[in-house]
């Protein structure tokens, strides 16, 4: 298996929800609706949730090895730190009406 696409939908710099992240894994199967959250002492990715009729959230989709899940986390917050970097470079630089 291989994540062959992430794109961050949304980057919120407000509270503990940090971007949403759609991906794709192997040109074949789409995942939607990532969050990029910011808990406690890290960032961490939580799979998409519905609540369910007891109001328990419960994962939608999700890596079912601890391998899985640590190549779906590091390869979506790899690509949330290239954004913000691309957006930090984008906010410094001057614009093109200032030449």
């Known amino acids: 298996m291989e994540i062959t696409d992430v794109k961050i939908r949304k ?3 407000e509270g503990r929800l940090r971007a949403v992240v759609s991906l794709t894994i192997d040109d074949m ?7 990029v959250v910011q808990g406690d002492e890290r960032l961490f990715v939580a799979m998409p949730s519905r609540k369910d009729e007891n109001g328990v959230f419960r994962d939608i989709v999700h890596p079912i090895s601890a391998a899985a899940r640590k190549m779906f986390e590091e390869t979506i917050l790899e690509a949330y730190e290239r ?3 691309v957006l930090e470079t984008e906010e410094t630089s001057p614009s093109e009406e200032a030449v």
Request: aromatic share 8%.
């Open 29 to 35: 199967f789409a995942v939607h609706d990532i969050k």
């Open 83 to 85: 954004q913000l970097a």
């Open 11 to 13: 980057i919120i710099s």
